[in-house]
């Protein structure tokens, strides 16, 4: 991304994924930034990179954001080729585009590139070892932007949740509403994050970084971007529906108790890491973020909904 030292000349950003988590949260982070263009899957099919390099062409970007994912885990072990094309195959398109422009590229990760033996939070520099199809996937992406080598940033975040969409806080409101017994996985720990934390994280890389451009001292790289704190699926779950019944009448929710179970006793196609706590130290080194607890963001989001 070529930055100009005229301030007042604000960047061209394509969103890739509008209609996801992050992309609906990065359309009103990046407003104050420039000119933001979002697409969706009726505009740019991932799987088709003649699609992909077409629409970039044509908008011409100074930064891509690729918030565009397949994230069905479980689906994924059965729909190998999709899930390799849209994590694996795109990002590396988007990477060559982004060279040919000198363009910026920011790229979302997953903690399932991790396969979560190790007995603390993982470092970005960590062996990557993924369990299932999906991680396998997504890093594949990784290695095909690093392979490229365009101006770009990866962030790694970690149980992503939002007031739309599919994610586990909706499901268990859902099912909160209707059951009274719950059983949830305790063995799993990670730290949830919202999608309009990683929205407002980006926005602040951004101008950080366009800074950087000013000074010629930009370098791409890898980054986790996960709140603070730590929880299991089942702390996850408490929060949520403790978190619902102080904003809500009680009377909607149905559920009385939350059981803890293990991994073993919940069998999924695929494979999930014990461990998916991500550190972020390198990130608030050198964008100096705050990375908000991850029981803030639970509220904040059900005072949304």
């Known amino acids: 991304m070529t930055s100009s030292s005229d301030k007042s000349s604000l960047p061209v950003i394509l969103i890739i994924g509008k209609n996801g988590q992050v992309g609906w949260e990065l359309q009103r982070s990046m407003v104050p930034l420039g000119k933001v263009i979002a697409t969706g899957q009726q505009q740019m099919d991932l799987t088709d990179t003649e699609s992909i390099r077409s629409v970039i062409r044509e908008i011409s970007p100074d930064i891509i954001i690729n918030a565009a994912a397949y994230t069905a885990v479980d689906k ?61 996937s997504k890093l594949a992406g990784e290695e095909a932007i690093k392979a490229i080598a365009c101006q770009y940033l990866i962030l790694r975040t970690s149980w992503v949740f939002a007031s739309r969409g599919q994610n586990f806080l909706l499901s268990m409101l859902k099912l909160a509403r209707e059951r009274s017994e719950l059983s949830i996985v305790a063995d799993q720990m990670g730290a949830p994050t ?20 000013d000074k010629g001292q930009f370098q791409s790289g890898l980054y986790h971007l996960v709140s603070s704190g730590k929880t299991s699926w089942h702390g996850f779950a408490e929060k949520i529906i403790q978190s619902a019944k102080a904003s809500m009448p009680d009377s ?43 029981r803030n963001q639970v509220d904040l989001c059900i005072k949304e909904l």
């Open 76 to 136: 994924a072990e059965q729909e190998h080729e999709t899930a390799y094309q849209v994590n694996g195959v795109a990002p590396g398109v988007m990477a060559e585009e982004a060279l040919t422009l000198d363009a910026l590229l920011i790229h979302y990760s997953t903690d399932y590139v991790f396969n979560g033996s190790k007995g603390s939070a993982y470092l970005e520099t960590d062996q990557t070892n993924p369990l299932n199809i999906y991680g396998a």
């Open 252 to 294: 909607v929710f149905k559920v009385k108790d939350i059981s803890a179970i293990e991994t073993s006793q919940y069998p999924t196609p695929a494979k999930r890491p014990l461990n998916s706590l991500l550190t972020t130290d390198k990130l608030t080194e050198r964008f100096g973020v705050n990375l908000s607890d991850w």
């Open 194 to 213: 919202s999608a309009r934390l990683i929205a407002d994280v980006t926005s602040h890389i951004i101008q950080h970084v366009r800074n950087e451009m």
